[in-house]
């Protein structure tokens, strides 16, 4: 159910502009990345929080259970995710938190006006300025940081590169 | 709360993830060489250094572990809620209310586990 003065088309409309760079440029890129990353460590979060409470028991369990009864909960909960269908989600969530971290730290630079570059005239028939030279290499920076996250991390968990 | 109160709160609750989350990460992915996979090492039960459980029982990890639940649920929450404030087109209170649930109730029982696990011998 939306809220008043809010149609289902007009955020339809809205989702399709945000998630849909076009012809746009790297900045627009960025902006869709950093919204898309954020969203699915975000929920992945909320599942990580609710799946490390099944160690000590589950949701029901609120004081110190048994030594053994915490052992056994664990290993069935190991047992349930240790497969390569949740190595390879959770090598994509480390490519998305590195994305986000590095794409991060690029956007709180350039809110306090850090690394912006000097300001320049529009020149006729050409296209608008977008990122500057050190925006751009931050850019380039979080997606090779997040292509060496998601190879580290399926090794970590598969031993995908080593005998 | 203003949008650019809320704004210097996702920043900071960001760097708070940046140093706790190194942590973490530093725990799982960098405490063995590397024979073995990590289930076979942090993340095992017990019986090795930095596997799961030491790491809750030692308290400058466990306080760490606290701070990171605490960072990222708020920047989660404000972040998810700064994306439907886009997508709708203005702020809404049934979306910040339903969000502020979501972020109350994981740090309640994310708290939970940390003080169980931190406790359990």
């Given at each position: ?163 | ?80 809620r ?11 209170r049934?979306v910040e209310a339903?969000l502020f ?21």
């Open positions: 159910m939306l809220a008043r003065g809010v149609s289902r088309s007009s955020v339809i409309q809205s989702l399709k502009v945000m998630l849909i760079p076009g012809r746009y440029g790297l900045e627009r890129w960025s902006y869709v990345l950093q919204r898309v990353s954020g969203v699915v460590v975000s929920l992945y979060f909320i599942a990580h929080v609710l799946e490390t409470g099944n160690f000590v028991g589950g949701i029901t369990v609120w004081s110190v259970p048994d030594y053994s009864f915490a052992e056994r909960a664990y290993e069935e909960t190991v047992k349930l995710l240790k497969n390569p269908i949740f190595d390879a989600g959770l090598a994509v969530v480390g490519f998305l938190v590195a994305l986000h971290t590095i794409n991060g730290i690029r956007l709180v630079l350039a809110h306090f006006g850090f690394s912006l570059g000097r300001p320049r005239r529009p020149e006729p028939f050409s296209p608008p300025p977008s990122f500057s030279s050190k925006q751009r290499a931050l850019f380039w920076l979080s997606i090779s940081l997040a292509v060496f996250a998601l190879l580290y991390t399926l090794d970590s968990l598969m031993k995908v590169f080593r005998p | 709360m203003r949008e650019r109160d809320l704004m210097l709160l996702h920043y900071i609750t960001g760097i708070g993830i940046l140093v706790f989350g190194s942590i973490h990460v530093a725990t799982i992915f960098f405490t063995y060489p590397f024979q073995d996979t990590i289930w076979e090492t942090t993340l095992r039960f017990d019986s090795i250094p930095y596997a799961v459980l030491p790491v809750y029982r030692n308290a400058l990890l466990a306080a760490s572990l606290f701070g990171l639940l605490l960072c990222t649920t708020v920047h989660a929450m404000n972040g998810l700064s994306i439907i404030t886009e997508l709708v087109g203005a702020r809404k049934w339903l649930a979501v972020g109350v109730f994981l740090l309640v029982y994310g708290t939970r586990t940390i003080l169980i696990a931190h406790s359990l011998v």
